[in-house]
């Protein structure tokens, strides 16, 4: 079992920063997530982190503005994102891979997920 523990999100005008944290427990797994919900929508991939090597992905609509990294010392993975629009508000949700595989932008991949924080960007 795993279990995630988000943290870091809140109300923040547009243009502004917020940088999320994912806290990981339990067993080890290969990747993480981030991924989003808005009301009404489906949920979206926003980034990927591998483990052991550090390989990312991004999303094209946040490359260049948000950054995910990792502290494998405090098995935790953060998300930051800067120049924030009204448009990335949504409920914000990591997630563990738990197997290697390349569809790291796949919700379907991912095993297990945290409780989600909300992200709020005003206009």
């Known amino acids: 079992q795993v279990q995630l523990v988000e943290s870091g999100g809140g109300l923040v005008q547009a243009g502004g920063s917020l940088r999320l944290s994912c806290a990981a427990s339990g067993r080890s797994n290969y990747a993480m997530g981030w991924f989003r919900q808005s009301p009404g929508k489906e949920r979206e991939f926003v980034a990927a982190?591998?483990?052991?090597?550090?390989?990312?992905v991004y999303a094209s609509s946040v490359k260049g503005r948000f950054t995910i990294s990792r502290d494998n010392a405090k098995n935790t993975v953060y998300l930051q994102m800067n120049s924030l629009k009204p448009e990335d508000t949504a409920v914000y949700y990591c997630?563990?891979?738990?197997?290697?595989?390349?569809?790291?932008?796949?919700?379907?991949?991912?095993?297990?997920w945290g409780q989600g924080t909300q992200v709020t960007v005003s206009s």
């Open positions: 982190i591998v483990w052991s090597s550090g390989g990312i």
């Open positions: 997630a563990a891979k738990s197997n290697y595989g390349v569809a790291l932008a796949l919700v379907q991949r991912y095993d297990y």
